[in-house]
């Protein structure tokens, strides 16, 4: 089994910063996809930012040139640096990662437990 385990979340002020970091750990072989969505009150999971094990990376139109993604493949961890938050960037934050266990099998997408980010002022 895979797990992944989020820190980095809380509340800011309007325009303030906060540094996400997601660690997988468990059987792991490789890790391709690794992302971050957010769910906020009332509406869908989205997705934020990803990056690949190539370090290509994308992101929602909203956080675009505000956040940051990116990963350490020797520590199996992703981050997201957010600056200059608003108020709409207010979500539960997941990561996710594409892990292949076994040799020869598939990679499976697991999910991080959600950590909270507020903006408020």
């Known amino acids: 089994q895979v797990q992944l385990v989020e820190s980095g979340g809380g509340r800011v002020q309007p325009g303030g910063s906060l540094r996400l970091s997601c660690a997988a750990s468990g059987r792991i072989i490789s890790i391709a996809d690794m992302g971050w969505y957010r769910q906020a009150p009332g509406k869908q999971r989205q997705l934020v930012a990803h990056?690949?094990?190539?370090?290509?990376?994308g992101y929602a139109d909203a956080v675009h040139g505000r956040f940051t993604v990116s990963r350490d493949n020797d520590k199996n961890t992703v981050y997201l640096q957010m600056n200059d938050l608003k108020f709409e960037d207010t979500a539960v934050y997941y990561c996710?990662?594409?892990?292949?266990?076994?040799?020869?099998?598939?990679?499976?997408?697991?999910w991080g437990q959600g950590t909270q980010v507020t903006v408020s002022s």
């Open positions: 990056i690949r094990s190539d370090g290509t990376k």
């Open positions: 996710t990662a594409d892990v292949v266990s076994e040799p020869g099998t598939m990679g499976r997408v697991y």
